[in-house]
């Protein structure tokens, strides 16, 4: 045999051998790994927000004036009704005084007015009696008519003069009133000159010095309730449909990092962050918290709920996605095939839970080898990824 047969002869030999091999590459099962079910898991929603205070107000005097005094100071607390800070008083002090002094000018200008309608009824009573008499006598004969006219004119007269004592005293007895109101008004308006906390609360600013010439209006402190203290946090719209009022949270303060926080939602506003896509969720830790920090960053954790014998699959592991679909590698009846499922909420950690579209028996790859094709025989590995 020539030795150009033989080198056509080892060629075809050598290129059956590879194509053999090919074939049987090829063909042969793949060998897969896949994911277990979780037996449960749980759906976490993570929110990035600042501390803040429901109930927050700055207050001041309703009137202007000399700030004289302050009570408290920054981080004190105060009970509702503790006075904080006054004006100079004197001015209004002397207003009250003179308000005091025409009420009781109004009450003894009423006194005489009651007197003197006391005596004006006496004198009608006693006009009309000598009037009746002497009508009597003029009807008998015994007295001159114009006698008895002249008294009953006199009657008359008194009976005048009644009226207009009852009128001073009307018009004395609303003087009264007006001196009372104005009396009322005085104090209220000295009442103003001291400033009172409107309810239990931690003062977070401190304004104002003694000595500051005050306009009506301008903040003195600023207030917070620390039992409205809570976190306005953040959360992607795409991931908000599962939150409600009431679910637990962890909260991790940016200065407190090691710690965690047990809370729970208290609020979900109705409008959303149209710029940013976010939907602002209120979470509520501790009863009255004392030791915050208004503004500081805080992350919070919500758990919206819980997911029973579960396929979590990696978001890797997903191709041709579309919203809450997409395309996996399965395993079925011993081969592979690309699926289109329905995932519901992802978990932190970027794994997707399948809840549509998985036949009984298949198992989702949790790793994509090379060589995946449609309808290729796999084995799976012992040990799959959980």
């Known amino acids: 045999m020539s030795r150009n047969r033989k080198r056509v002869l080892f060629a075809g030999v050598g290129g059956m051998v590879i194509v053999f091999v090919l074939i049987h590459l090829y063909f042969r099962p793949i060998s897969v790994r896949v994911v277990e079910p979780a037996a449960q898991e749980a759906l976490q929603v993570f929110g990035l927000g600042t501390v803040e205070a429901r109930v927050l107000s700055k207050v001041g005097f309703k009137v202007n004036g000399l700030l004289r005094e302050l ?68 009807n008998k004969y015994v007295l001159a008519g114009e006698e008895a006219e002249v008294s009953l004119a006199a009657a008359q007269a008194a009976e005048a003069e009644v009226l207009l004592s009852e009128a001073e005293m009307a018009a004395a007895a609303a003087s009264v009133k007006d001196a009372e109101a104005q009396l009322g008004l005085s104090r209220e308006v000295l009442s103003q000159h001291f400033l009172v906390a409107p309810y239990d609360a931690v003062i977070i600013g401190r304004h104002k010095e003694i000595g500051t010439i005050m306009q009506a209006g301008e903040p003195v402190f600023t207030l917070v309730d620390p039992c409205t203290v809570w976190v306005r946090a953040f959360v992607d719209e795409a991931k908000a449909g599962y939150i409600e009022v009431g679910q637990l949270v962890e909260v991790r303060l940016r200065s407190l990092p090691g710690k965690r926080f047990p809370s729970k939602v208290a609020r979900i506003d109705l409008e959303s962050d149209r710029v940013g896509e976010e939907r602002r969720i209120y979470v509520t830790w501790g009863d009255c918290p004392r030791d915050f920090h208004l503004g500081e960053q805080a992350e919070v954790v919500i758990n919206s709920g819980l997911l029973d014998n579960v396929v979590l699959v990696s978001e890797t592991l997903v191709f041709e996605r579309d919203g809450s679909s997409g395309q996996i590698w399965t395993v079925e009846q011993g081969q592979l095939n690309k699926r289109r499922v329905i995932f519901g909420q992802s978990t932190l950690d970027g794994r997707l839970p399948v809840i549509q579209g998985m036949p009984e028996g298949a198992q989702v790859l949790a790793a994509l080898p090379s060589g995946l094709r449609q309808g290729r025989k796999a084995t799976v590995q012992s040990g799959g990824t959980p």
């Open 71 to 138: 009570k408290v100071d920054h981080a004190d607390e105060v009970r509702a009704g503790q006075l904080l800070a006054l004006l100079d008083s004197g001015e209004q002090e002397n207003q009250v005084a003179k308000a005091l002094a025409n009420l009781d000018k109004a009450q003894a200008n009423l006194n005489l007015a009651k007197a003197s309608l006391k005596k004006s009824r006496t004198n009608l009573a006693l006009k009309q009696q000598q009037s009746h008499r002497r009508q009597e006598l003029k």
